[in-house]
Nanobody
Framework: QVQVVESGGGLVQPGGSLRLSCIVS????????VGWFRQAPGKEREGILC????????YYADSVKGRFTISRDNAKKTVYLQMNNVKPEDTAVYSC??????????????WGQGTQVTVSS
């Protein structure tokens, strides 16, 4: 069974930075695409970014372009979400998910529980 665990959330001031981590416990981690999602209170879940098994990036949300980046370390079975110049509207529960399909297929099999990110002064 594949497990997905996020970490790194917390309180950050506007304009600050935060890095989230997503560990995918799979022997074939390098075969998976991994996406980051977020859900703010009262809103639907929103896709943010995805990184494919071949290390290419897909942006799901224009609002994070130029501020958020995604990367992966296959040796550590970890995908990172680097959040820079954060804004109060970035406040949400951030989750990651893994799939053996492409990022553009948007069909995820395994989900983490999420980590809270709060942007406030």
């Amino acid at each position: 069974q594949v497990q997905v665990v996020e970490s790194g959330g917390g309180l950050v001031q506007p304009g600050g930075s935060l890095r989230l981590s997503c560990i995918v416990s799979s022997l074939n981690f390098d075969h998976y695409s991994v996406g980051w999602f977020r859900q703010a209170p009262g809103k639907e879940r929103e896709g943010i970014l995805c990184i494919s098994s071949s290390d290419s990036t897909t942006y799901y949300a224009d609002s994070v372009k130029g501020r958020f980046t995604i990367s992966r370390d296959n040796a550590k079975k970890t995908v990172y979400l680097q959040m820079n110049n954060v804004k109060p509207e970035d406040t949400a529960v951030y989750s990651c998910a893994a799939t053996k399909f492409r990022c553009t297929d948007d069909a995820y099999d395994y989900w983490g529980q999420g980590t809270q990110v709060t942007v406030s002064s």
